[in-house]
């Protein structure tokens, strides 16, 4: 295979203020830790480790080599999220096994790790995994809010003080004052525990208050989970020659 070959899918990998300067060293360990998928030496795809049989071929690149390849690709781009490195370098893949839903847990394994652009190598089609989104303040008090938590990444404190401050930010807007919950949980680590009272209220009347307001939007960065749990996700993994 020669070394300017492009699979059928691509994805960006971006940078990690808390990885090592080797991104494909950190990204092999962060897909496997996240997905259990294992990109081996010899350039093949094993899904669920190292022992199995391989599912898939894939190389690395560095985002110079990709760019040239693809001049002005919109998957290719920095993210606008302030909380998000910039693009060091790109994976590109073909699938062999026919189950979707497996190659569908590969791909997502790929944006959790690199939190990227997901592509066709075609340039039929791409997305990208960080997004801003809006929520209703309701999804602030629910455990199972935001996606059950899973909109979040939760490595970065810079990124965790943001996203509560703008959930603090947008109660104090209803003239309420509010604690977060800060123990740890596989649900929504950002959930409003209580309201401490301010003068002329009580516990009751700022639940009452929130509750008349818990349809109003909160925006928020975080994971593309609405686009990967629905069938465009399927879609832009189908079948297709790069």
Not at 199 to 204: E, I, L
Request: net charge negative; glycine share 8%; aromatic share 14%.
């Amino acid at each position: 295979m020669s070394d300017d070959h492009w699979y059928s899918f691509a994805a960006t990998i971006r940078e990690r203020a808390s990885r090592e300067r080797d991104w494909r060293a950190w990204f092999r360990r962060e897909l496997t830790r996240l997905a259990m998928d294992v990109l081996d030496s010899d350039g093949e795809v094993r899904a669920n480790g190292l022992d199995a049989m391989p599912t898939g071929r894939y190389r690395f690149a560095e985002i110079g080599e990709a760019r040239a390849r693809f001049p002005g690709a919109p998957w290719l781009r920095e993210s606008a999220c302030p909380y998000i490195g910039r693009v060091v370098g790109v994976i590109s893949w073909d699938w062999w096994s026919p189950d979707i839903d497996t190659h569908e847990y590969f791909a997502s394994g790929i944006l959790l790790a690199g939190r990227g652009c997901l592509a066709r190598s075609d340039g039929t089609g791409y997305m990208d995994f960080i997004v801003e989104q809006d929520f209703p303040l309701f999804d602030a008090a629910q455990k199972g809010g935001f996606h059950d938590g899973d909109f979040f990444w939760r490595d970065d404190p810079q990124y965790t003080a943001y996203v509560r401050q703008t959930i603090v930010d947008a109660v104090e807007k209803l003239g309420l004052k509010t604690e977060l919950s800060n123990y740890g949980t596989s649900h929504n680590p950002h959930r409003i525990d209580q309201f401490i009272p301010r003068r002329g209220q009580t516990f009751a009347s700022c639940w009452e208050t929130f509750k008349q307001h818990e349809r109003e939007t909160i925006r928020l960065w975080g994971h593309n989970l609405k686009e990967v749990r629905s069938p465009a996700f399927e879609q832009l993994l189908s079948d297709g020659d790069a």
